[in-house]
């Protein structure tokens, strides 16, 4: 099974920044669309961003737009979430991933696991107060 790597994430304070970092070396990388989701208890699984191929193209939900940036290397294979001025409300299990999504945005809860089948093992973001 193909094993995706995440790093960062943390506990910081409201306003502050955090970037996640998503890597492996067992994927065609530059074949996929990259993205990052979200979970909380007791919630579905959301799509927080997602970059195309090549990285042309981004797409954000609108509660993370012009806070959050998606970026890709991919040179080094390493996918990144740079998160700025964080909320309370993005407390969050963060999720990488890879697939065959392609649009529209945001992809269908329901078929996430099939249009993304490679998965990060998750990390933790905490915004306090």
Known sequence: QVQMVQSGGGLVQAGGSLTLSCTTSELRWRAYVMGWFRQTPGKEREAVSCISKGGRDTYYDDSVKERFTISRDD????????????????????????????????????????????????????VSS
């Open 75 to 126: 040179t080094t294979e390493t996918l990144y979430l740079q998160m700025t001025n964080l909320k309370v409300e993005d407390t969050a299990m963060y999720y990488c991933a890879a697939g065959e999504w392609s649009g529209p945005w945001p992809p269908v809860q329901a078929s996430l696991r099939t249009r993304f089948p490679f998965w990060g093992q998750g990390t933790q973001v905490t």
